[in-house]
Nanobody, 124 residues
């Protein structure tokens, strides 16, 4: 089993920055891919970004490209999502997910493990 625990969410003004973290524990995940998703009230959960643990390949949704940066710290077994130039429409619960295949997917169905989420609220 893999456990994922997100942290770092909060309230930020539009144009500001915030970093959310995902601490990974349990089974070795060195061959996994890690993704960030978000879900706003009344909307579907949507893909934000993904990174492969081993190679470090990265994939972003168009809506966050140039504003968000996904990264990983192998020593800390932690994945980060640095968010800049935040907009009110970025308000959502942000979820971390792990995909055993190691491939970068944007479909939530491809991910095997999920965290509990952390709330990010961007005020206008």
């Amino acid at each position: 089993q893999v456990q994922l625990v997100e942290s770092g969410g909060g309230l930020v003004q539009a144009g500001g920055s915030l970093r959310v973290s995902c601490a990974v524990s349990g089974r070795t995940t060195s061959s996994y891919a890690m993704g960030w998703f978000r879900q706003a009230p009344g909307k579907e959960r949507e893909f934000v970004a993904a990174i492969s643990w081993r190679v470090g390949n990265i994939y972003y949704a168009d809506s966050v490209k140039g504003r968000f940066t996904i990264s990983k710290d192998n020593a800390k077994n932690t994945v980060y999502l640095q968010m800049s130039s935040l907009k009110p429409e970025d308000t959502a619960v942000y979820y971390c997910a792990a995909d055993r295949s190691g491939l970068l997917h944007r479909s939530r169905d491809a991910y095997n493990y999920w965290g509990q989420g952390t709330q990010v609220t961007v005020s206008s």
